[in-house]
């Protein structure tokens, strides 16, 4: 089997089907907020995209799942002799708990000469669990991997699929100047993506949930408040609005929160 020695993967799953539901509700950078509240790791942390990604299925909304990793070099022809490739990576797609996103390291970046997705494999993982893909490549047959239900977060389209097979899976990767390791909770839109740090999956829903709340009841409804009011009293608002977002930042998670 070509694949390197697997990474060790992230622990069981410590969220339930509902609370995936949930967070599926949010957009990515609220999640974000969210998880800087419950983590001890830097803000500035390599846990997003650091590279900009193309969200080719906006209209479907964010994606959430646990990661499953791949690494192919559409370029290299030698890759075709492992005739064991195919079986022995669905094998390892199938093994894995869901819902699931294949997040796809391509060796051949930064150039791009072929895509492991299409209408094809768009639905044959979607048969295996999967909900998407965070691919440091290309996608082509976009209009029919929606239609399949398969969300892709990519760099381009292109039109061929030249020797796209598996090469390594099970491994860490990285897509985007960001590495992921198999079953980690990712989050992603059309904003970008988060990979959650093990260990930070816990608590996450509900942070997220509080920051908005206090974002809405505090800076962005004096500022909604506000318009049209002499902008001294409107300054004086906002300032009473951020201290307030701070206060309940503090007594809640210890102060993050910026505003």
């Not at 209209?59 to 990661?67: K, L, N, S």
């Not at 079953?183 to 988060?194: E, M, N, P, T, V």
């Not at 930070?200 to 949930?209: N, P, T």
């Not at 009011?229 to 929160?257: C, M």
Request: hydrophobic letters at 40%; aromatic letters at 6%; proline letters at 6%.
């Amino acid at each position: 089997m070509s694949r390197d020695m697997p990474v060790s993967p992230v622990p069981t799953q410590p969220l339930t089907h509902g609370q995936l539901l949930q967070l599926k509700r949010w957009n990515t950078p609220t999640i974000y907020n969210g998880w800087e509240q419950v983590t001890k790791m830097d803000a500035a942390a390599p846990v997003v995209n650091l590279e900009e990604t193309h969200d080719f299925m906006p209209q479907m909304g964010p994606m959430v799942g646990y990661a499953i990793t791949l690494v192919i070099e559409p370029s290299n022809k030698s890759h075709r002799q492992n005739l064991d490739a195919w079986s022995g990576y669905r094998q390892y797609v199938a093994a894995q708990p869901g819902p699931k996103i294949v997040v796809v390291q391509d060796l051949d970046h930064p150039r791009v000469l072929g895509s492991f997705w299409g209408e094809v494999n768009a639905n044959v993982h979607r048969a295996l669990g999967c909900v998407g893909t965070i691919v440091d490549g290309a996608i082509r047959d976009v209009d029919e991997m929606t239609n399949a239900g398969f969300k892709a977060l990519a760099r381009r389209l292109c039109v061929g699929h030249a020797h796209s097979i598996p090469v390594r899976w099970g491994c860490e990767v990285e897509v985007f100047g960001t590495k992921v390791i198999p079953g980690q909770l990712l989050h992603a839109d059309k904003h970008g993506f988060i990979a959650i740090p093990p260990g930070d999956e816990v608590g996450l829903l509900e942070a997220a949930a509080q920051m908005d709340k206090n974002e809405c009841e505090t800076v962005i409804a004096a500022a909604r408040s506000g318009v049209g009011v002499d902008s001294n009293a409107l300054l004086q608002h906002l300032n009473q609005a951020a201290a307030e977002f701070r206060h309940r930042v503090q007594q809640q998670f210890g102060g993050k929160g910026e505003h």
